[in-house]
């Protein structure tokens, strides 16, 4: 378990240091030396007395007490060294760089339980093994490089692969992003990216913590807990976004429903992000500018202003920003005038506000001080400023550094001649500043960044369900699709709404059925899969002669067994799936009916239990969402009814979690109710 | 007009040219002074004899002949400056950086224009004004910083802004871009990216002249020049980008029809770019990484080899060219086997191939040799090797270097330690290498290019159609919208299938009309709008009195002054439209109809004339394809006579420019054709 030792240790031991910084355990001695660690360091090399200038012991045994060790020897002896430090050298804090573990053989995985062990015996924790190390404000227990600059306010980043973390350093660095902690976890034997989350979340304090966590993860193994503890620290006003890679290689699996083919572990990522408020990225250079946008104020509202001294890059910031439903206003009035009598003659402040190449640092200053206290609309400022390479522009930066600093509306700056202008860019970074080298690339992310649903708060409100009914159906039930009665009797004790109807398998109780329905009615064959396919589905029937005559001919029909009869509603036909997804728990997706679904994959997903304003926004951010709400002088679906209906779905599923996947496929939805038509739920204990 | 004395001057004057680097005058001279320029060079500056050490004349008359004049001095002395040189100093070439011209007033717009009129009547070439000036691999005549390493077979770039093109110069060096040739076309006064595309064109030179154009625009004058241009140096074998700026600028304007609603100036320039096979790009990172691909040899086919010595980037990729639909195919067998074998325990081949972080260039060149040689499946390969810092990488990336120029497939090299390995990946770069810092936005990159349709090829077969009927019709037509019977003989004369129909405003020819069509029919309003909003449909008339009876109730409804009868046809509802756009021609649009076009704005926009394979093209490009193929035993559209009927409607709008705009919607298609059922088509002459 993750204990204070890991971050602040009084004294470091680095076992395998050596004098080849060409090597992990010569790199990390190395960098740890050069990092601003107060406490002692301490090396363990059979081969040596001395290493890097610091003396060292041949054996660990021979170590004093020590609150770290970080360990870069051969897989086979790291054991031993962990058994010697755990519980005669009080050591409480392990980074086991080595490799040949869990990832290599089950031999391999057997040493690392083992090693797991003992370090939770005494309560330590564990990075790694095959990591790359930690590196936090206190020490850097890392053998890579480049070293990014430290800010107790800068970025934890937690990273489920060593060099992949490296690389994302390396990108946001270019941008000027201090670490507050790198986390490189390895085969997370005992830490991997929940317990880090977990940590930071649990030991979280809202003066002294950093607020921005980045993640690069390959895979969530407890969905459940990841979602807790970022939900939790998004509503302690942390921020955080992250890398999920492998979304391709979801699908391709046997799909036994609408909901089975549309679904995956890749949707089912996308949705747990969604709950918690993470934005998500799809690579390093994403992922460091949502990063940098982090660094700056929360942006309020959708209303940028761009502030350039360049035509281009402005229109193209402008595409972007609009893309991503941003807006760029028009500004105009007495103020605007007033700023335009402060630039030089041809420059324009409609927005973008364009002071030239010739601009200099006080006009801009003019604009930063009317865009913070004059236009009202605006909610966040993007400045451009490059240079066509005639003269130095240190002022340019020292004033916008200087802005950044004051004002409340975030100042995004953009710094498109990133070859030319270095000792510029050095110096703002220095001082603090991030800065973004593309204004594309920003557009789409501070877009991104924006249009990221708010985690859910905590009080959301659910409706009940009939607990007891539900668990009582499920236990009845063996693996398989429920029949038609279970189904709506499940549907009953959810509490949503479904078409009279019933099943039939000889003809008296056929037409006794049709008469307690009513007409006009539906009439289905039970049994195929794809009914209308086979003709097993007649619409409209009005009387009792049609419903003999085709109760006749559908029981013909291969493999059906019996007709489904049901009242025949009215509206438009929406669609309600459910599907497990391991750890995940299960996925809740709504959208319009037949081609919608099927053509389209017009779908929206939520992870259950869905509130009722995550189903608004699901149904809301739907292609079709204007049939729902009627178009061309057609009846609109009742929103509030249907929005109830999923959440109600994510509440069945949440108390009946043997239920492997359900569709409601259609509902019909018109101005007063969403009835459920058709349902299938399979089950699989 | 451009000729060669703009490229390859014997001298070189510099009017304006100062001791002052900080000004575009003394920091031009500087630039051409350091530039690799062989000729004389001149300096005009009426207050020194020398200036950064070359002699100056004092005015231009002082000047002894000279090919080619950079002006950098005070708008209003241009004039005089350029007569002189025109005239009596035999200079065919002029840059003019100065600005106060056609950008500023409308003085300076007159003054612009004597200019040009003076330079035309030499047949001189004039780049600017307002312009950073151009660089050729014989001088440099711009006086931005940075200046890029120039290659002949590097890229031509041509941009509409001068500070535009200097981001996007230093955004691409860091990649390792070499410039052939960087013209900022500034106020485009004489010469614009029209021209420019034109001259390098009828220039080219398939033995010695750059394949790669890059464009920044931010407006397209004359579109038909444009698309000749651009198209004709693609198929000689060049390869196009451009970002073309503005995009969302768009819309905005009242919509009279569908068409109207879902065209814009943008959708124009898609469609252009399309049929000439331009890759459209969104920023400068994405246009200077298109950039790189095109330096490497084309893509043939979709199966992409990732290499790698880090897990998390290859996933990232594998990601981001799924979602681009290129394939990371699965590679195995005895080959496979054989190369797994040389390379260390734990790696993988089977694509991803991860040679681990331990990997070596030995290692990496069996690597490549078996992608070359033995993966015949394999069309490109993406390496991927960066650094965790431990020791320098310099073997690897020669020979990378090497088998980059050795291999017949692109070999693409992502170096994501670009802050760390500088000194590698700057001796890789000084060599001639190209390569690409994020994985992510190169396989977006990748997959944009490939993905672009190819160029059309000249020869593309059109339909006939009988346009003196087409002229006859159009030529007796005032503007707004055409009748009935006026659009049916277009409809005829054009070769588009259409409904039986007719018009009447009295019952009497209604009934007769109707006997004429046969059952069963449709009846419309004719005159409302939207004929469904007011109840101004009847669908599946079946005999002769409910003719009368709608025919009496219809013409009740408000601005109803006939009604129209047409034969009742099965099948799905399409769309085709037609607008005219400006210099672009006509925009033509095809789709589903309904909710399609109103609700999902699922439409495919081409250029008239369409040919056959970009209407097939369009048509299967559509979000709905699959209900065109026919879906779950609903009927198929015939493809080709949807194909036929799009090509036609641009046939017609080509040969008839005043219409403005037409909507043939719905059409109705089935298995065996597609037939106009209502049209609208408005002239504006």
Redesign the interface.
Known sequence: MINEKLFNPSGVVVVGGSDD????GG?VLRNLLQSPFKGQTYVVNPKADSVQGVKSCHTVEELPQVDCAIIAIAAKYCLHAVEVLAKEKGTRAFVILSAGFG??NKEGAALERRIVEVIDSVGGALIGPNC?GILTTNYNGS????VPQLDPKGVDFI??????A??IV??G??KGLKFNSVWSVGNSAQIGVEEALEYLDESFDSEHSSRIKLL?I?SINNPEKFLRHAASLIRKGCRIAA?K?????AGGRAASSHTGALASPDIAVDALFRKAGIVRC?????LTTVAGIFMYPELKGRNIAIVT?????A??L??????GKLEVPHIEGPKAAELLGKLF??SSVGNPIDFL?TGTAEQLGYILDACENDFEEIDGIAVIF??????PIYDVYALLAEKIRTSKKPIFPIF?????VKGEIEEFVRNGGVYF?????FGNALAKVYNTPRVEPEDAQFPCVDVERIRSVINGAGNGYLSPDRIHDLLDAAGIARAKEGTADSEAECLELAREIGFPLVMKVVGPV?K??VGGVVLNVRDEETVVREFRRMMQIKDTYAVMLAQQLRGTEVFIGAKREGGFGHIVMCGLGG?FI???K?VNVGLAPVSPDEARAMIRGL??Y??IQG???QEPVNEEKFVEAVVRVSMLVRTAPEIFEMDLNPLLGNRDEVVAVDARIRIEK
Chains 1, 2 share one sequence.
């Not at 799809?282 to 994403?286: F, L, Q």
């Not at 001294?309 to 890059?313: I, N, Y």
């Not at 080298?437 to 690339?441: A, G, K, T």
Request: aromatic residues 8%; proline residues 8%; charged residues 25%.
């Open positions: 910084v060409n090597k992990p790199a990832e290599e790359t053998f890579t490089s480049p990273s489920g692969s060593g060099a992949t490296i690389f390396d990108n660095m270019r690069y390959e890398v890679s492998g979304s391709s290689e799809s690579g390093r250079e994403e001294h360049a035509g281009g890059p229109v193209m402008t595409d972007a920003l609009s893309n003659p041809g190449a490059g240079s066509p390479g005639l003269f498109p001649s990133y070859g030319w080298p593309d204004e594309v690339l794809h209308s396919d081609i099927e053509v389209l017009d292609k079709s204007k049939i178009v061309r002088g």
